[in-house]
């Protein structure tokens, strides 16, 4: 077997971060709600991909794929797919939702594809510390599953899911698991294990065959089955995947019936991201689901890595502590797996594990509890890693589905350790929930001691929609499940991350060093065999750093090693600086050091205030609104109102990713403000995206002299644009040659969905059929934000016969230049009427007469229409059969448009006479019949 792997400690396994931790012999209070920073799942980069589910991914519905982010305090989330970058504005412990219909994810990203390796890793990250969930679900499959942090991915894991079923034509339905690479030039090596004959669907054999791939930064590799089997057979749960780099593992199935042998029972997909080996734990307690399932049982799988591994596992009786019943698997070789049980429920109802289990072994081992389906389809299979009693953590944040997609219940396990002082009492109560003890805020919480250890349990419901904080005076672990739109759900939401292999029991080392109003710290991990030092000892890595928020005031940390390398296997040494936010104000920063063992170090840093102090001006920091790729200019200031003249030796805008914001003319540094004076700057703020509600852009103004650094304040400027839509199509319908049809109704409508004023500049249609001659506005005309404006007088006036159609070009300026947006024109011409008109003189028309024939007796009326394409003299008269004129009714001169004329005929003979209009060069002739 191949081998990539470091021997020792190649795991990224930590408690994220500091709060709350201790070592032998340290004391010390909770670290503040806010920080949260003991919980493992906490991180700032994140490697995750979309496992496959039952159905064509582009017909997934817009909602039923989230990507849920929430973060402890205000920061800016960045999503990254094959370069494909996307940013937002989250603010601390509400959660950003990423979906198809916001754009956020994209269907495409689902991976598809077999053994290939292709570039759809998801990667997510900001710079303060979130978790990150995935919730993946289709109409009859779905799960969810929490994204380990990038530090806490290792180099070696065993795979474990769920047999291939085959439930039919078309119908092949398969489990695996998905690889993606967190660095260039990874090379992994997989081993395939499991039981049955089947292959993958890139054709490997399940069972003992061996293969290596070679993969890049944010590329998926994904093997699972062909789903060929019946009644449950084949399955490659066991197989070890190796890799030269860390790398996220995500387990699937792409539907499947827990247990396989229930064949009528209700399926779903099942999802988890697993945990290295290195942090396998050798003791486990877990509940069974309480939802609507079968005889309230939880189906359990085991593996180990080491060969000759035996598990004892117990089941008690919740309710009274009785053991119920034990059984034990001997895992024999390497890679081993034993299902608890994979038989029908209903047939065999007492064969299953039930209610409280204990499981222990004296190698460490990996167990993963699944839900299996009901008949009635109220509750769907879904599976998760359960966390061992050797991975607790002090606090937690997790999210609940909302509301909308949360039809049940949303339940959570808890494992907590007992009080040191007093074993006999609830831990729970030393656990709080939104800052209020546990035991108070879930009055229906039940609890008790789990017989033969010093553990306690607990379970309890939550609210849906919720962002929760949980921290505590004693250790814990726990899950949340429950059942959502498209099946049910499940996931740890407090579990630890420590390397479990090596030995490892000192903290880190500490010493820092002044450097004027700021101190340098160096934390390293070098101890192997010291003299005085447990023979075993082996220092483990620089795991994180922080400081306790509740014990700090005023302090800040600036990385001086990249902070992305923290956790990784090899940092032994690391460098940060603890500096004033506010450099007129005394500092006190309790800093902390985490090892990859979790073995925690402190430190005490004070800093005295500095007399030195630059401001910013201001009465000139808002841009206000201003159109994207237009370019606005401000002039700020930087003060000295002290009595002393400073050197400023820097100075910057501070943006998270690319800066709209630019400083013109930056003078050469460093230079002097003298007491009292300013240091004027010009700022260029070019706007590259739309602010769509709070979300401005903003920028922080930063001057650092030789001892310090001040963040003065912060420029905002709001980037908008106008968002036009145009009515798609306008049918003007069947209309006759020489005759016009006009849209004097409905109108065209153009509406601004942007946030900046629209401004119509013109109107192009570049066709001899259409005119827009008499328009009901004048352009330029101008459309509010979130306004529309219905624009009349757009007429069908055609000179051919046939289908005619034109595409109306709409020329807005949008501030960066005029910008065109179409309107399809459309309309069909038949058979001239008696009209005449002239093409060369458009508007120029003389219409036949109504009635025709008239009849004379009566009052025998007659109506003469015309039209004046511009103003003049105009002589309409009448003429009789030998053309002579008998009557001239008209001879004047007239506005342009339509006119009419009404005379009566009953002193005219039956006969044929005609009438004609002389108006400038237009001279036509119409004829009518009088009858009696």
Known sequence: MRSFYPRRHEALLILSALALLSWSGMSGTAQAQQDLLSNSLLGREFWLAIPPMIGDPSDVNPEDLMLMVTPIRDTRVRIEVNGVEQERNVPA???????????????????????????????VTADEPMAVTMFNGRNRAGEAFQALPANKLGYRYRHMGYYDRNFGPQQKRAGGFIIVATRNGTEVNIELDGIGEGQTEGGHDFIDNEFDVSMNRGDVYMVRGEGEAIQGSYDISGTLIEASHPVAVIAFHQQINVPAAAANAATGGLSEMLPPINTWGKTYIALAWQEVSQAQVSHYRVTADQKFTEILVRSYN???????????????????????????????????????????????????????????????????????TDQLVNSTMFITPSETYSSKRNRVHMIAESLPDNPELSPFTAIRINGQVLTDAQPTLFATKVPTTEFWWATFNLEPGMTYTMDGDVKFNGILYGQFQWGSYSHPIAMGFNDLEGYDELPPEISFERECSSVVITAKEVRNGQAGDDPRQEDSGIADVGIVAEESMNARIEYITPVNVLGFEGVTQFEFRIRAIDPTQPVTARVQVLDRAGNLAFETIEIEASSELLELSRSRDN???????????????????????????????????VTPFEIIDMPELPLTIESGGDLPLEVRYIPKREDIGDRPDSVLVRATTECNVFDMGKLFGSGVQSEI???????????AVLDESCNDLAGIRVNNDGTATLTITAIEVDSDQFNIDNLSVTLPAEVNPNSGLSIRGMCFAPTEEGEHEVVARFIIDDGGGAQPYASRWTGNAEGMVDDVRDPNLPGYVLFSATPNPVVSGGDGAVALRYALGRPGQARLSVY??????????VDEYQSA????????????APGVYSYRLEAGQFNAAEQFVVVR
């Open 93 to 123: 412990k509400t959660t950003e939702i990423f979906t198809l219909t916001n754009s956020g994810l994209r269907s495409d990203w689902q991976v598809n594809e077999s053994e290939v390796a292709l570039p759809q890793g998801i990667h």
């Open 318 to 388: 919740s309710t009274n502590d009785q053991l119920i019943e034990q059984k034990n698997a001997n895992l024999l070789e390497e890679g081993d797996f034993r299902a608890f049980e994979d038989i029908d429920p209903w047939a065999n109802p007492g064969a299953y594990l039930r209610d409280l289990t204990l499981w222990t072994s004296e190698k460490p081992f990996y167990l993963m509890q699944y839900s299996g389906g009901n008949v009635w389809q109220e509750a769907r299979p879904h599976m998760t890693s359960v966390p061992s």
């Open 623 to 657: 841009f206000g609104d201003v159109r994207i790729g237009v370019e606005a200019r401000k002039t700020i200031a930087i003060e000295n109102p002290t009595s002393e003249d400073l050197e400023v030796t820097g100075i910057e805008l501070v943006y998270n990713v």
């Open 725 to 735: 839509t145009v009515t798609e199509l306008w049918e003007a319908g069947t209309t």
């Open 880 to 889: 009789d059969a030998l053309g002579n004129r008998i009557l001239t009714l």
């Open 897 to 908: 448009g339509e006119h009419s004329v009404n005379f009566s005929t009953t002193a005219l």
